[in-house]
């Protein structure tokens, strides 16, 4: 296998280290220099560029993972189909596989896997709503963020689901372990496929353990055909009920029997995580071939044949022969046994009184139950999923209230201590909610597009689930879920039932791909590149990319639309200059102040150390013709032109102007005789020297400095330094005496 570590792939990727090794291909880290940023660029190995399936199926993952966009799934930003490199460009996630996470912790606690599993089922919502199955769903192909989100990767086994769905199984089948069953047979294979895996990797989550563990690879798949799971309670009794039965029905083995799309399953979860409570159907686990009364006369005098198990030898079960009644003496006259007979009737029926008695006391105080007391406590942590309250059913209502603390509850009826009839368990709480309540608003009839504006608008979040409706306009909303005018929290996914075609298809999302790929996709989905709607605008794109589409990504049309798109043209609306100026260099700590302006807007005056050093600074701006000046004490240092249309901004006629007379800091002379001033003021450079004369009344100021102008620089660092023929004015004391 070639290492591209420390290579470079088409002067643009730099190949930092490996981050994983798969089947087929090789994951790197990896460095964009020409989008500033850090990658993961997915090669195909070597010894599989010469197999044509090989490439095919490398090719199907980028063009799978093309029409995908969304947060819970691995953006991609570039391929290659070289016939020596095949690679393709994703975001770069920092984090751990949710495999590595279970191992860590053993088994995930409720919350945590019902976190989980809400953004798994939204990627596979959204992938199978593109026409893509995953068909390779397992904790190994989903990554951890530290924020605790999570992200779907990994496509190499995926299909668009209008394309070929078999799956061969001793080149595609997926992990062992997760596969469906309808995988292990090499069947069709749709979006319930992921839905299975997704049941187990739900299981794995609650239990800490697969469903089915053996030696040979062989023998789990036919443990996925064959065998039924051990429901995850018998592992964990601290697993809710409601949560077992989403696990079970997801893993279905017949498929009509599973969830039907990844928003059923997801409504059901978030049913669940609203009342941990919740109890669904178990309709799809009825036995079938219900066991039936054998009459008797079937049965065998000497044995009976049990059927056989995998082939194994049926055991045979001997049946008693019946006993022969032995012979009975004469019996006495029934006068004599009437006494006895009395006696022994009598003393049954007061046995039976006492028995009757005790076990009448005995179902009466059991019928009864005392409520227990459940205000103050975390609905969630404290009392869903306790065993000391299963004997109880609760119907949770949440209520906006402020002087509670949120998610606790602050009422319930019956009231603590009551007693109550155990066939009439249920107890109404009230949980206290600091979460706005808000109604869904009713956008039955609207198109998708507009309801989705209107519900997004409001706060909501919105996924959507398509509908075969023959009666109703394409992209007609059906109903919502929850239903319309219901009081739910702010911020709810509502999804969105909507009227569709199945013979209508999905427009890819083109964004961020070179022209001549997006019109790939397209024509893969049966689509056409409208050649008379591409426009180009200003963008910091590269050149050639698409920024924009006629029609947004998702909505469903007929085949041989055209799509028109928005390509970059390269050149920005804005970018950045990066300046450096050398400044002048004057004697030790003078300063002076340095202004930059462009187009003569000023942007920065700082007071700086004039030491021959270079400053630099970055300038942000737009078109072709822009001046920068930069100012030293006012005097014009440095120019040049800017053109803020490339990218980075291109410099050109940068110009210095002699700024170098020379400066000094001014020393203080007063107090000083007039001669030994002059002297210091000589010695600094400073020769442009004016004595003005004044009057004193005291001899002892006679020729001393009395004053200087302008005045002496600080002892800073930083002193104010003034250029070397500066006027100084000095003024000296003259005693002319009595």
Known sequence: MQNYTGKRLDGRYEIHEVIGVGGMAVVYKAYDNINDRIVSVKILKEEYLANAEFRRRFKNESKAIAVLSHPNIVKVFDVSYGDKLQYIVMEYVEGITLKEYIEQQGRLDVRETVHFMMQILRALQHAHDKGVVHRDIKPQNILLLSNGNIKVTDFGIARFSCSDTKTMTDSAIGSVHYISPEQARGDITDDKTDLYSAGVVLYEMLTGKVPFESESSVSVALMHLQNDAKRPREINSNIPVGLEQITMRAMQKNVKDRYQSAA???????????????????????????????????????????????????????????????????????????????????????????????????????????????????????????????????????????????????????????????????????????????????VTGYNYTEAKKMLTSKGFSVTATPQTSSTQEFGTVITTYPEPNTEVQEGTTVVIYYASDESLISVPELIGWDLETAEQLLISLNLELDDADIKSENSDAPEGEVIGQSLDPGTKVESGTKVGVTVSNGIPEASTASISVQLPSYSTGTTGKVMATLNNDVLFEKNLLLDGSVYSFSVEGAGEDN???????????????????????????????????????????????????????????????????????NSIQNGIVLDQSPEASSSSLFAASYPLDTKITLTVGTYEGV
């Open 627 to 697: 001046t920068l000046k930069v100012f030293v004490d006012s005097t014009l240092l440095y120019t040049c032109q800017i053109d803020f249309t490339k990218t980075p901004a291109s410099i050109s006629d940068a110009q210095y102007n002699n700024v170098s007379a020379a400066k000094a800091t001014l020393p203080s002379v007063v107090g000083f005789t007039l001669s030994r001033a002059k002297l210091d003021l000589l010695t600094q450079g400073f020769n442009n020297i004016e004595v003005k004369e004044v009057a004193v009344s």
């Open 264 to 442: 059923e399953m997801l409504l059901d979860i978030e049913e669940f995580k609203r009342n941990p409570n919740t109890r669904f159907s178990d309709s799809y686990f009825t036995d079938k071939n219900p066991t039936r009364s054998i009459p008797s006369a079937q049965i065998r005098s000497k044995a009976v044949s049990m059927p056989s198990i995998n082939g194994a030898p049926a055991p045979v079960v001997s049946q008693p022969v019946a006993k022969q009644p032995e012979p009975v003496e004469e019996q006495e006259t029934s006068n004599s046994k009437t006494p006895v007979i009395i006696g022994v009737v009598s003393g049954l029926l007061v046995v039976l009184l006492i028995v009757f008695g005790v076990l009448f006391f005995k179902f009466f105080a059991n019928s009864r139950l005392t409520v227990p007391n459940l205000v103050g406590k975390n609905y969630a942590e404290e009392i869903a999923g306790n065993s000391d309250y299963d004997r109880f059913k609760f119907e949770v209502e949440y209520v906006q209230n402020s002087t509670h603390e949120d998610g606790h509850v602050f009422n319930q009826e019956p009231r603590a201590g009551q007693k109550i009839d155990k066939n009439s368990n249920t107890i109404i709480i009230s949980v206290a909610s600091t979460i706005q309540m808000v109604p869904v608003p009713d």
